[in-house]
């Protein structure tokens, strides 16, 4: 496997059900972002993990809670989800050894298109 | 309120002509932007960048452009190829004292080439 890869590619839930989205990179990068992309708005960024430590919460609802176990996985946890959350949740990484510049270029992977009932 | 706009949300160009895609951006804070380009069912990918002390970047048959003053930025393709026709992001991130920033993004311009 290269660069980011996500999984699930679909997914369809209940807003009881708890499902968790899973992310890995294989690039050797040290940080690695959430985003969520809902029909005709821009990518909102939602969560940033640099070295594995969160750095920055977009104001997430609880109902989304990341974890970020090591530098190459990262997971969103979904519980009690409403319909409005229906949206492609993109994962990327970037090498971030700091400040901004290249080493913010980032990489996405595919996304994973969550559509909740 | 949107701190990175792309006001137009398609645009279609001949083949072989010169595709511009603008940007305009309201925080002055932003320091480095980029470009990204997406197909259908697939996660954008990174095309071009520029930081903010520069006012031109060209990479093979795409350049980005940057006006500080105008806080505005384009992105140059030329020639026009088929294989261009996709949604185009612009993005930027602004020096948060190291580590990691997340990007701000525009709402994408879909651009279509035509033969």
């Known amino acids: 496997e290269t660069g980011v890869t996500q999984t699930p590619r679909h997914l369809v839930m209940g807003m009881t059900n708890k499902k968790s989205l899973k992310c890995e990179q294989h690039l050797g990068h040290n940080a690695m972002y959430w985003y969520k992309q809902s029909a005709k708005k821009p990518l909102e960024l939602m969560f940033v993990y640099n070295f594995k430590e969160q750095t920055e919460n977009n104001s997430v609802p609880s109902r989304f809670s990341p974890e970020c176990p090591n530098s190459s996985h990262l997971f969103l946890h979904l519980h009690t989800l409403q319909p409005e959350d229906s949206a492609l949740y993109l994962c990327a990484s970037s090498p971030a050894v700091g400040g901004t510049g290249p080493y913010n270029e980032q990489f996405f992977g595919p996304g994973t298109r969550l559509t909740v009932l | 309120d949107q701190q990175v706009k792309q006001n137009s949300p398609s645009l279609s160009v001949q083949e072989g002509r010169i595709s511009i895609l603008n940007c305009d951006y309201t925080n002055s804070m932003f320091d480095y932007f980029l470009w990204y380009k997406k197909y259908p069912a697939e996660g954008p990918t990174f095309l071009i960048s520029?930081?903010?002390?520069?006012d031109k970047n060209e990479d093979g048959r795409f350049t980005v452009f940057l006006n500080k003053s105008a806080k505005h930025l384009s992105l140059h393709i030329v020639p026009s190829q088929p294989g261009d026709s996709a949604v185009y992001f612009c993005?930027?991130?602004?020096?948060?004292?190291?580590?990691?920033?997340?990007?701000?993004f525009g709402k994408g311009t879909h651009l279509i080439i035509q033969p």
């Open positions: 993005a930027a991130s602004a020096y948060s004292g190291g580590g990691a920033d997340g990007l701000t």
């Open positions: 520029i930081s903010s002390i520069k």
